[in-house]
């Protein structure tokens, strides 16, 4: 069965610290893999996706970028931290093709940053 | 204009109690309807989805997507305590690829009172 693992739970750290977040996914090949940020009352924002190694889209201008170095392991990272990215960082993969099509997302357990 | 929209809640009921969880969206393109579930501090996991109109129903929840109103809701009999979390609905338009992004409710609240 597939997992999502992703590390570390909560972390908090001074505003202009650098910052990563790692996901890996397990029991599955070529995932598409995202990351979102979920914020009180505004539901979930898409960060960056990636269809494979190496492949990045950014969704949003921000202080982060994302890296897949591996084809089961995406990282969030950023140089400096801003108060501002304090939220909820979710990680999630999907298939196409599973579940007749759909396309659906499994998240891992998430990361809360707190940035002070 | 959202494009998907949903209350907020919070929506506390009596154990037992039929829930009603609804969004309307604005996107007449959308096909695949889904809802997830949000325990507090954990990240949401899929309770069921749909495709194009009609109900789907799995133990005490039922799905229902009316595309002529744009309207998605679920259902959830016989409420529980353990039913008290978020509920995201979300949506996305019918062709594949990680490009063929899923479009979130903000969540309702749900809060169910032993």
């Known amino acids: 069965s597939q997992t999502i693992h992703q590390w570390p739970a909560t972390l908090v750290q001074p505003v202009g610290s650098p910052l990563s977040l790692e996901c890996t996914v397990e029991g599955t090949s070529n995932p598409n893999l995202y990351w979102y940020r979920q914020a009180a009352g505004r539901g979930l924002q898409l960060l960056f996706y990636?269809?494979?190694?190496?492949?990045i889209s950014s969704e949003v201008p921000q202080n982060l970028s994302a890296s897949r170095p591996q084809d089961r392991q995406f990282i969030l990272s950023s140089k400096k931290l801003l108060l501002s990215d304090s939220g909820f960082y979710l990680c999630?993969?999907?298939?196409?093709?599973?579940?007749?099509?759909?396309?659906?997302?499994?998240f891992g357990a998430g990361s809360r940053l707190t940035v002070l | 204009q959202k494009e998907v929209e949903q209350d907020p809640g919070p929506l506390s009921v009596p154990e037992g109690a039929i829930v009603s969880l609804n969004c309307t969206y604005s996107?007449?393109?959308?096909?695949?309807f889904m809802w997830y579930r949000q325990y507090s501090r954990k990240g949401p996991e899929l309770l069921m989805y749909t495709y194009s109109s009609g109900n789907k129903e799995d133990g005490r929840f039922t799905a229902q997507v009316d595309k002529s109103s744009k309207y998605i809701s679920l259902f959830i009999r016989d409420s529980q305590p353990s039913d008290s979390a978020t509920y995201l609905c979300a949506m996305r338009l019918d062709y594949g690829g990680a490009t063929n992004k899923l479009i979130f409710g903000t969540g309702t609240l749900l809060a169910v009172q032993p």
């Open positions: 999630a993969w999907s298939v196409w093709g599973i579940r007749s099509g759909a396309n659906v997302l499994t």
């Open positions: 990636s269809v494979g190694i190496g492949q």
């Open positions: 996107n007449s393109a959308f096909q695949y």
